[in-house]
């Protein structure tokens, strides 16, 4: 495997509303790997990855991708670099066609064939969305609104991407249905970064893993030693 670090997260602390959320967090995701950040509701892990994309403002710590820092940089500048994140709560455009939302997926790019080839791609992992491409995104399932957040980012061409609580709120069958699609996107070659409650799920796709505790990484290691490690089983999969 590649051990080239894509992104790297050093001494991060975030604040907002006088709380404290991350408390100095250090971690990082490698170049061809699947890293999963774990941890209880509260812990820190959607605040992390908010200031990673740029979306909270950092109080102290770096953010590194492809070795440069990119703290304080937005969103959009960080999608042009290929760093591209599916929010928690999916985030999709709910006035607009499923075939919008993934045009907006690419709005970084202007090479029209290789777009219209990407959406066959996304259209092939995720043929629910081909079926429904001329619907409202506002009137589809979680799931599919899942779906389609995935889709979206995939659009962007990312080298990482960041995954955030994508199996929250959806059914078994669903939450089957897209960790099989993660682990298909992983296939493909893109670097994850999966922040997950599901920690059993996480643990099962991911080469690595990372716990996080009231804003603190608590531990880390390879992922499926972590499976099989008492006190995680103990404090995530209730055993």
Request: charged share 25%; glycine share 12%; hydrophobic share 40%.
């Amino acid at each position: 495997m590649n051990t080239k670090t894509l992104l790297k997260v050093t001494g991060l602390q975030v604040a907002y509303g006088g709380i404290q959320a991350v408390k100095g967090v250090d971690f990082e995701v490698r170049e061809g790997e699947l890293v999963s950040l774990i941890g209880s509701n509260g812990a820190g892990k959607t605040t992390t990855m908010k200031a990673i994309t740029g979306t909270l403002p950092i109080k102290a710590g770096d953010i590194e991708y492809m070795g440069k820092s990119i703290k304080g940089q937005g969103p959009w500048d960080l999608v042009k670099q290929g760093l591209a994140m599916v929010p928690e709560g999916r985030g999709v455009f709910t006035r607009m066609t499923i075939i919008e939302n993934l045009q907006m997926g690419a709005y970084i790019r202007d090479d029209k064939p290789e777009i219209a080839a990407d959406m066959e791609k996304v259209f092939t992992i995720f043929p629910r969305l081909k079926e429904r491409r001329d619907q409202l995104a506002g009137t589809m399932s979680g799931g599919e609104q899942q779906m389609l957040a995935m889709g979206r980012a995939l659009m962007s061409r990312p080298k990482v991407l960041l995954l955030d609580e994508p199996s929250m709120g959806l059914s078994p069958i669903m939450v089957d249905k897209i960790f099989e699609v993660v682990k298909d996107v992983y296939a493909q070659g893109v670097t994850i970064l999966l922040v997950e409650q599901n920690a059993s799920r996480a643990l099962g796709i991911a080469n690595r893993g990372y716990v996080m505790e009231s804003g603190i990484v608590t531990m880390s290691g390879d992922a499926k030693e972590m499976l099989n490690d008492p006190k995680v089983r103990a404090a995530y999969l209730g055993e």
